[in-house]
């Protein structure tokens, strides 16, 4: 297993612009409480990472539950809504709309350089290494518009993409890209687009209902030696851990599953994938918790931690970001998954 | 396949492992004249490499014994029908290998594999991968730095690796020459050899510190340092490319001495992008496990069963390397003592 990692300044406010992030939060919290908390339709959930049940109450956010696993530490809301009411979700909600004409557009250019780039950097350098020659990539989860520009910029892409997210017809806009097809499907019917050489699940395991079910429908897509590159929030993370309820990071439905470290390992083990990579290239952690303690300067923090912050200058602070990248401690994670050949 | 293990020391009891590991090989004995019986944690003992040919008739040998004997196990192997593994150094002299060569042609249904495990690192898999996409250019230059502290003193002095009857080199042709294999790994061959070795702090017979330059007529310049005076162990491996560069430090070692394996991926900005020239974004993988040792055997495994040749770490690879070091050895300067230059096959008396 290796571990990777990254060396850019990349600031959070630059792909979330504080004002209109709070306002997302602010839709995100009312739309949740409106059509996603009602108890009736609800799901109780074990742990997505080891199994274990029941875990600890944690807190609250916009009427839903986050349970904190007593066993492997992961954090995830229990009971939680099903797959068909989340794609309702971020199909039709006041929030997903505000995140798709608004805040996406606005910080379009930053992510695609600073984000869309260095992932299609990762998956060609993945291709190239474990799977060369691969022919199918199935692309699921969000924000997959730009991945596609950026896939295709050369003209065409290095290999046939089916775009699988149900949301992908309302992210592409019409639009259509050479050798890019499109196949919105639920989970259960992934392996009927496959067989595929790289499923590709960006910010998909954090937000997704049915981790397990996941994992599951990507391995029977998936030809052997084929590949699984997604990317997550963890709870196991710097700045999750020092904010817990207090992070701006956490909030129902985008972020209900977010395991540990341990808890991710014992989730992909438990589908037999060979782990080739797990990395937490994150850049934010530390830029999070400052701005948080900054914004309530005589909040009770960790006394080490706000003396960190507010007393050590911009190399520290990078430096100590490196060091969390290093030893898997930053809450944003890579993971590249072999199915057994 | 039966497998028999010839020099228990500190290659032999690691391949002893690989063995153990392998579903592929049973062992059926190891030779080591500095065994006593019941000294081979379960396996049967000889002192004699003959006597243990002879009497284990193995399908494949794995030769661990000092420079001065690998060459003449190698050939009696060969000559009684096993494949062969031979660790690195081939031999003591180009003549060596060109020996073991000989008598593999005699053996063509034979194979023979030689102990370059340096190819099969995580981090120089993942940068051979990188190199050979192509995305990132051709490989314009190579700068290595591979060495090690002898530790200290006497015991190192009085090491067979550093008796030229034994050895028949110094830290070169005992480290330095992992790094020229993966010089030609990168680049295929070089040309021109330029080198100078010296004796700087050991009373040794042979070099402490290597400096080799090579360039091949693809225009490709390696430089080498190898050394026994690296006080803190060394393995850096820099190459320029036409897109960006690669870094390879550390190595996984069983001691860890070498430092984490790290693999720097940096990128030339393209012009749109918005990051300044000369400091562009970088990646840096750390790497946890090392397979070399299996992954190549299971490579030889493979070659065997399927009839293929072996076309990592043959003996080719072995010859070329070690036409390299010859160079050097013959031409290079040493000591201040010669200032000669000369190519491969161009070598001055």
Known sequence: ?341 | MKALVVGYGYMGQIRRKVVDDLPDLKLCGICDPTLNDGEGAGAAVFGDYRQALAATRPDLVFVCTPNRHSPDVCVLALEQGCHVFCEKPPGRTLDDVRKILDAEQRHPGLKVMFGFNHRHHPAVLEAKAIVSAGRMGRVLWLRGVYGKSGGWGREFERSWRNDPEVSGGGILLDQGIHMLDLFRFFCGDFEEVHGLLTTTYWNIPVEDNAFVLLRNRAGQVAQLHSSATLWKHTFRLEMGLEGGYLTITGLLSKTGSYGRETLVIGRRPAAHENIPVGNPREEVVYFDKDLSWELQVRDLIRCIREGCPVSDSSTQDALRVMELIDAVYRNGVRNGSRALVGLPGERKA
């Not at chain 1, 409480?33 to 199994?51: E, I, Q």
């Not at chain 1, 798709?100 to 250019?109: I, K, N, S």
């Not at chain 1, 005589?298 to 990248?325: C, D, H, K, M, T």
């Open chain 1, 1 to 341: 297993m290796k571990t990777v990692v990254v060396e850019q300044v990349l600031l959070e406010s630059e792909i979330k612009p504080s004002a209109l992030l709070d306002e997302y939060r602010r839709l995100v919290e009312a739309d949740v409480r409106a059509g996603l908390a009602d108890p009736g339709r609800l799901v109780p959930a074990a742990c997505p990472g080891c199994r274990a049940e029941p875990g600890r109450p944690a807190f609250r956010k916009a009427g839903l539950a986050y349970i904190e696993c007593a066993a492997c530490g992961s954090l995830y809301v229990s009971p939680r809504p099903g797959e068909e009411d989340l794609i309702r979700f971020y199909r039709d909600s006041a929030a997903a709309r505000f995140w798709r004409e608004r805040l996406l557009p606005a910080t379009r250019e930053t992510r695609r350089e600073k984000m869309v780039r260095p992932r299609i950097q990762w998956l060609l350098d993945v291709a190239d290494r474990h799977v060369p020659g691969a022919r199918l990539a199935i692309l699921d989860g969000h924000h997959t518009d730009l991945f596609v520009e950026e896939l295709t910029r050369e003209g065409r892409a290095p290999f046939a993409v089916v775009l699988a997210s149900p949301l992908a017809d309302l992210e592409l806009g019409g639009r259509s890209f050479p050798d890019v097809a499109l196949h919105p499907t639920l989970l259960g019917d992934l392996p009927s687009i496959g067989p595929a050489d790289l499923y590709l699940a960006f910010d998909l395991l954090d937000r997704c209902p049915d981790p397990d079910g996941l994992l599951a429908a990507a391995r029977d897509a998936l030809a052997p030696g084929g590949l699984v590159l997604a990317t997550t929030l963890l709870g196991s993370g710097f700045d999750v851990q020092v904010l817990w309820e207090r992070s701006g990071t956490i909030y129902p439905p985008e972020r209900m599953n977010l395991l540990s470290v341990e808890g991710l390992l014992a989730l992909v083990g438990r589908h037999s994938f060979e782990v080739l990579e797990l990395s937490t290239p994150g850049t934010f952690d530390v830029e999070i918790v400052q701005r948080a303690i900054r914004a309530d300067p005589e909040g009770s923090w960790p006394r080490f931690i706000r003396y960190l912050v507010q007393n050590r200058n911009e190399g520290a602070l990078l430096a100590f970001q490196e060091y969390l990248q290093r030893y898997r401690l930053s809450s944003f994670a890579r993971i590249v998954l072999r199915k057994s050949a």
